[in-house]
């Protein structure tokens, strides 16, 4: 008995929506098929229905509950006009007047009764407490939109980390495979070109003093570079010296390897201005990571000028 009084009012305005939906399906249904194929101009009337009802069945349970139904009732309230004016017109084309009058009341006359009955029976509350739910509910999607943007940034660090790890270990088995490589290319060479176990220096071979040497930027005496003579540099004044030089520091060898490139850089026909001078040892000094001022490159420019017109380097 207490659920039959609970769902007593709601019967007339179930009926009358039934009755109003069928209706209405009938009479778009019929006016499409004017124009269209019976299966596609029905098909069009129960999907008109369907979000019709859909709207209504939001609509009813948005205020049971209390809250706002603002889509729904906009839904419902376009709807019901259009349902209106199609039962109207589909009557006045059938040539019946009191048709299209009882077709176009059945929709209001449900929407009326869905009202009343959704009035009756919904959850009364007070605005108070209906914007005590609505903060509540907003701070709840809140926190579950932060957790959600929480969860996403902590999936993206996990990716990165794993792709970050996955390119050191890409990048570490390169690496190892390259040494290998290298290993096994020189390992092939030494066995391709054994060299002898000699107690002594080698025969037409450069000694080791003299390689040592070199590689530290030294030349022989009796060489210079360009024709222009030897050099002079600070521990030898003259450029001259007795066979190959001794070892150098990396400052020793540093000086020699620029009045080196000075001679290569004057050695042009014509020879070069000072400031083209300038600028190339300049450029060719950063190119080769040496060291020096400009007082350095004037002085190696003037006496570079000195040798090439046969006077005396001071």
């Known amino acids: 008995m207490k659920h039959l009084r609970k769902a007593a009012p709601w019967a007339l305005p179930a009926a009358l929506t039934a009755v ?3 209706w209405a399906v009938s009479a778009i249904g019929s006016i499409l ?3 269209a194929h019976p299966a596609f101009a029905y098909s069009v009337a129960v999907l008109y229905d369907a979000v019709w009802l859909y709207g209504l069945a939001q609509e009813t349970a948005h205020r049971r509950q209390g809250s706002d139904a ?3 009732k906009v839904i419902g309230w376009v709807f019901l006009p259009l349902t209106v004016a199609i039962l109207v017109v589909h009557g006045l084309l059938a040539g019946d007047v009191l048709a299209a009058i009882v077709g176009g009341l059945v929709p209001v006359l449900a929407k009326m009764t869905l009202i009343m009955a959704i009035d009756r029976d919904r959850t009364r509350i007070s605005a ?3 914007a005590a739910i609505d903060r509540t509910r907003a701070v709840t999607r809140d926190r579950i939109a932060v957790s959600r943007a929480v969860a996403a940034a902590r999936a ?3 990716v990165a980390a794993a792709d970050i790890i996955k390119a050191s270990r890409e990048a570490e088995a390169e690496a190892i495979t390259t040494a290998h490589d290298a290993y096994e290319t020189y390992a092939e060479i030494v066995e391709q070109h054994p060299v002898p176990d000699w107690h002594t220096d080698l025969p037409a071979l450069v000694s080791d003093r003299e390689l040592e040497a070199l590689l530290s930027g030294g030349v022989p005496d009796a060489e210079t570079a360009g024709g222009t003579g030897g050099f002079a540099l600070p521990g030898n004044p003259s450029g001259h010296g007795s066979g190959t030089p001794p070892l150098e ?3 020793e060898a540093n000086s020699r390897s620029v009045a080196l490139l000075a001679v290569e850089l004057y050695a042009t026909d014509p020879p070069p201005s000072k400031r083209k ?3 190339a040892m300049r450029a060719e000094m950063n190119a080769r990571g040496l060291t020096g001022g400009w007082d350095v490159i004037d002085a ?4 570079e000028k000195a040798l090439a017109e046969g006077g005396e380097v001071s």
């Open 20 to 22: 109003a939906v069928v």
């Open 33 to 35: 098929t004017a124009t």
């Open 70 to 72: 603002r889509l729904p």
């Open 128 to 130: 108070r407490a209906q």
């Open 156 to 158: 993206a660090e996990t």
């Open 249 to 251: 520091g990396p400052r």
């Open 277 to 279: 001078f300038r600028e």
């Open 300 to 303: 190696l420019y003037d006496r």
